[in-house]
C-alpha cells in the first residue's frame, strides 16, 4: 500500500507542476507586447487626415423609370456624388460608372415612387447600391453616396 501512495503522490505533483508551468508560460511567454501609445495615436491622426481629403465622384444625372401600379409613367431624377474608401478607387468607379447606373436602374426599378419620396426609403436605395456596386467590384469601394438631385416625378 505505501508504494500505491507514492505513486499517487508522484503523479499528482507531476499534474501540479505542468499546471503552474502552464500558467507561468501563459502569463509570462505568451504576454502580448505593449502597444506605443504616442505612435497609434499618430497612425490614426493621420488616417483621418487622409480620410478628410478625400473627394466624392460626382456622376452625372441621370432618370430612372420607377415601379408605378397606375398608368402614369413615374420616375426618379437622380444627381449622385460617390465617395470612396480611398482615393485611387475614383478611376474604378469611373472605369465601371455603367455598371453603377445599371445597378442604379435595377434597384430603382423595383421601388415604388411612394418609397422613394420618403426619408427612409432614400436610406434604403443608398444601402442597396453600395451593397449591390462593392458586390459587383469585388472589394468595398464604396463608403457613402450623396445625392445632390433627388426628384421623384
Do not use: C, W
Not at 505612435?39 to 480620410?51: H, P, T, V, W
Not at 397606375?70 to 456624388?81: F, H, I, Q
Amino acid at each position: 500500500m505505501g508504494s500505491v501512495q507514492k505513486i499517487l503522490l508522484i503523479a499528482n505533483l507531476v499534474v501540479v507542476l505542468a499546471g503552474a508551468a502552464v500558467v507561468y508560460y501563459s502569463h509570462n511567454i505568451l504576454k502580448p507586447k505593449a502597444t506605443d501609445q504616442s505612435a497609434e495615436a499618430e497612425n490614426l491622426k493621420n488616417s483621418a487626415m487622409e480620410q478628410a481629403q478625400i473627394q466624392a465622384y460626382p456622376m452625372k444625372k441621370f432618370v430612372v423609370n420607377l415601379y408605378a401600379r397606375g398608368t402614369r409613367l413615374r420616375y426618379l431624377d437622380v444627381e449622385m456624388n460617390i465617395l470612396p474608401f480611398h482615393e485611387d478607387q475614383k478611376e474604378l468607379i469611373k472605369a465601371n460608372e455603367y455598371i453603377i447606373k445599371d445597378i442604379l436602374i435595377e434597384i430603382g426599378s423595383q421601388l415604388g415612387p411612394d418609397e422613394l419620396e420618403t426619408l427612409s426609403g432614400k436610406i434604403l436605395l443608398e444601402n442597396k447600391l453600395k451593397k449591390q456596386i462593392n458586390t459587383k467590384l469585388g472589394q468595398p469601394v464604396v463608403k457613402q453616396i450623396y445625392f445632390s438631385g433627388f426628384i421623384v416625378q
